[in-house]
């Protein structure tokens, strides 16, 4: 099957790598590239010869994606790069998200949209801060499934002992209180659903895509075996229909005089012509008369599908409002509370004036109040905080000047989310998860 065509057949895997500095996140992509042969010739010529300049024995993978200067002269990630390779079961979109605490609103950005974490764990240096920091920010952004790898397995000679003691570690930080915080606001633990533990030598290519006979004590399968039968189809909220209008298609042409559909990406349910609708946040009511792709009607249309729905009725339906199932509608929301991670240099005050995109909707807001912050050291939460500076993580309460019709972020990871924008420069300054709304 050519690659084209096996790319077309396959699902769509959204992964991010995270990890303390010199964990060997990029070593691991590079393997995992390399190992599937997904490098191009001139590529491999081109990082072995790096390679041999700086003086290694080896050739170095992580430059394959370790690709700005400052970087390659630290031996650390500093943006997220992003990279897509196929195999035979699936296609992946890597995210090579930076470790250090500094870039923590890089790796909010590389993980916001991925289906499945990898937390790299030096198995010299077992459980570090950093890596109770990233289970956290996994946690938080509801990322279905999580692997730790355990990489440098070959500096610890193989040893299961060492292993299981890391082992034992993570479940200790899975059970362990982050801060006292309401069950219904805040996660009281670091758990992560669907977690598996993998020994791995990322520079030697052990139990990374083929399983290794130097531990034959370990009987799981190897990384990329397990990437490739993760269950994801399970992880789209197939309940509650969801449907942001990106755009309204009005062709008005002579083919298509009367046509009159709505485009976008499916956020949530099963979309069938003959569905009841209702039309937020005005709340006319109609029915679907289909789902339609370029291709022509659908059966049926399920997230992250992107589709053209034509409503039986002639409504006043526009761009930025939500199509939804009338027995199971989001809030119409004057009002959140929202864990933001802040993105800017100049730092979050109360009674601040913003914008917030949500979906296809913009509508300002006012920062009402700064309910708490997090320390990304301890995890505990520091009640009323002054501000949130760069790289901070609390909760905020928003007053909107527009209604959105949102969900909490634990239960639709796409209506739940939003951005804040400074109106003046029109800069990204915050990323937000809904906790409740009102």
């Not at 069938?272 to 008369?289: I, M, N």
């Not at 059966?299 to 589709?307: L, W």
């Not at 004036?353 to 708490?372: G, M, N």
Request: proline share 5%; hydrophobic share 40%; glycine share 8%.
């Amino acid at each position: 099957m050519a690659t084209s065509e096996q790319a077309l057949s396959t699902d769509l895997l959204r992964l991010v790598t995270c990890g303390s500095v010199d964990d060997g996140k990029s070593t691991l992509i590079g393997r995992l590239l390399f190992d599937t042969k997904q490098i191009f010739v001139d590529q491999l010529e081109h990082i072995e010869d790096v390679s041999r300049r700086r003086g290694n024995e080896y050739v170095d993978l992580a430059l394959l994606t370790d690709g700005l200067r400052a970087e390659r002269e630290q031996g650390i990630t500093i943006d997220v790069a992003y990279r897509s390779f196929v195999t035979p079961r699936r296609r992946f979109q890597l995210a090579d998200a930076p470790g250090h605490v500094q870039y923590t609103r890089n790796m909010v950005t590389g993980a916001s949209t991925a289906e499945l974490g990898i937390v790299l764990v030096d198995a010299r240096q077992g459980v570090v801060e950093q890596t109770r920091r990233h289970a956290y920010i996994l946690s938080i952004l509801r990322v279905p499934h999580a692997v730790v790898a355990v990489n440098k397995m070959d500096l610890v000679d193989w040893s299961q002992q060492r292993f299981d003691e890391i082992a034992a570690q993570l479940d200790g930080l899975m059970a362990g209180s982050v801060g006292g915080q309401a069950a219904d606001a805040r996660p009281k633990n670091l758990g992560l659903p669907d977690l598996c533990v993998i020994p791995i030598s990322a520079l030697q290519g052990d139990n990374v895509v083929d399983r290794s006979g130097r531990m034959p004590w370990y009987d799981g399968p190897a990384l990329l075996e397990h990437l490739e039968t993760v269950e994801i189809a399970s992880d789209r909220d197939l309940d509650s229909r969801r449907f942001p209008v990106q755009w309204v298609i009005r062709p008005i042409s002579d083919e298509h005089h009367d046509y009159r559909g709505y485009g976008g990406q499916i956020a949530g349910g099963v979309w069938s012509a003959g569905d009841e609708v209702v039309v937020l946040p005005g709340g006319a009511r109609t029915q679907v008369e289909a789902v339609e792709t370029i291709d022509g009607p659908l059966e049926a249309g399920i997230p992250p599908m992107s589709v053209t729905i034509r409503l039986a009725d002639d409504l006043d339906v526009s761009r930025g409002d939500m199509l939804a199932d009338p027995a199971a509608t989001p809030v119409v929301a004057r009002e959140l509370e929202a864990r933001v991670c802040w993105m800017s240099d100049r730092p979050l005050e109360p009674r601040a004036r913003l914008a917030v995109k949500q979906t296809t909707r913009s509508v300002r807001a006012i920062a009402d109040e700064l309910v708490s912050r997090t320390d990304v050291h301890t995890l505990e939460d520091a009640p009323a905080p002054e501000r949130l500076e760069l790289n901070d993580i609390g909760v905020v309460r928003l007053r909107l000047a527009e209604p959105l019709c949102v969900d909490p972020y634990g239960e639709n990871r796409t209506t739940g989310a939003f951005v804040l924008i400074d109106e003046a420069t029109n800069e990204t300054v915050g990323a937000g998860m809904v906790l409740s709304a009102s």
